[in-house]
């Protein structure tokens, strides 16, 4: 098993900055994929940006420019900083750890809200 402790959500105006966290503790896989999802009120879950063991990064093309994913590999933590925040952002992010192990091994954190408003 594979927990996940998120940290970082709140509200901010739009144009500001937030930064995510994700910690994984427990059986960590050395082949993975970690990221984060959202999911705003009536739509459905999306990626928003994700990484690999191997360090390749992935991105919505809606973040693309604002979003940066990053990971302290020794905290086995995965960061997302959020800039120049806009109002369709606000979601509930969701920290993901997909783990290989002969076969996907997938753990979803518990949320944590995002809330762009003036």
């Known amino acids: 098993q594979v927990q996940l402790e998120e940290s970082g959500g709140g509200l901010v105006q739009p144009g500001g900055s937030l930064r995510l966290s994700c910690a994984a503790s427990?059986?960590?896989?050395?082949?993975?994929?970690m990221g984060w999802y959202r999911q705003a009120p009536g739509k459905q879950r999306e990626l928003v940006a994700s990484i690999t063991s191997g360090g390749s990064m992935n991105y919505a093309d809606s973040v693309k420019g604002r979003f940066t994913i990053s990971r302290d590999n020794a905290k086995n933590t995965v960061y997302l900083q959020m800039d120049s925040l806009k109002a369709e952002d606000t979601a509930v992010y969701y920290c993901?750890?997909?783990?290989?192990?002969?076969?996907?091994?997938?753990?979803w954190g518990q949320g944590t809200q995002v809330t762009v408003s003036s």
């Open positions: 993901n750890y997909e783990g290989f192990r002969g076969s996907w091994h997938i753990y």
């Open positions: 427990g059986r960590i896989f050395s082949i993975y994929v």
